[in-house]
Structures are given as C-alpha cells and as structure tokens.
C-alpha cells in the first residue's frame, strides 16, 4: 500500500505560480512513477507529468514549458511546479504513484486532491 498526501493548491491569479508537493508512505520500495493528473469539473481526469524511475518524463501538451515536476528521493516527495497559470488550468490536482509487486502486477494510488483555481 502507498500513500500519498498532497499540499500547495489555491487560488492565483492568471500569469502566476503555484507549487504542489505530495509526499508518498507506505511501501515506497515498491514505485516505479510519480505523476500528477488533474479533473477540471465536468471534465475526465487526465495526465499533466509522469515521472517514471527510469524513463523519460512525460508532460501533456498544455502545459509543456510551463510546469515543472521533480522528485526528492530523500523525502518520498514530488513537486510540480506551475508557472505561467491559465483560467484552464483550473482543476482539482492529484497525486499519482504506480507501484509494481514483486509478482509484476501493477497497482495505481492516489492522493486526496488539492484545488487549483486561477482567475482571469
């Protein structure tokens, strides 16, 4: 079992900057990923970064040179840092860890969620 506890969501101002961090326990051996994905009402959940142990890092489209995700190892944490907000990127923000048993079977977590509203 992992589980993930997220922070830093909020309301901003459009062309500002908000940092979510989220901080994984558990069975932390186990993750192969660390992500962020975000609901905007009436919306499906999609991807905004991944962050796979090895690989490359994956961010949607939108917010591509505009928001930032990073690990700290030390601290079981991610960040993702968002600069440059838009009205659109208002959404409910969670926390996402994939982990991998030892018999290969995957499992998805997710963290409670954090509001991030930005104003036009």
């Known amino acids: 079992q992992v589980q993930l506890v997220e922070s830093g969501g909020g309301l901003v101002q459009a062309g500002g900057s908000l940092r979510l961090s989220c901080e994984a326990s558990g069975s932390i051996f186990s993750i192969n990923a660390l992500g962020w994905y975000r609901q905007a009402q009436g919306k499906q959940r999609e991807l905004v970064a991944l962050m796979p142990n090895s690989g490359r890092t994956n961010y949607v489209d939108s917010v591509k040179g505009r928001f930032t995700i990073s690990r700290d190892n030390a601290k079981n944490t991610v960040f993702l840092q968002m600069n440059s907000l838009q009205p659109e990127d208002t959404a409910v923000y969670y926390c996402?860890?994939?982990?991998?048993?030892?018999?290969?079977?995957?499992?998805?977590?997710w963290g409670q969620g954090t509001q991030v509203t930005v104003s036009s």
């Open positions: 996402y860890a994939r982990s991998r048993s030892r018999t290969w079977v995957e499992y998805d977590y």
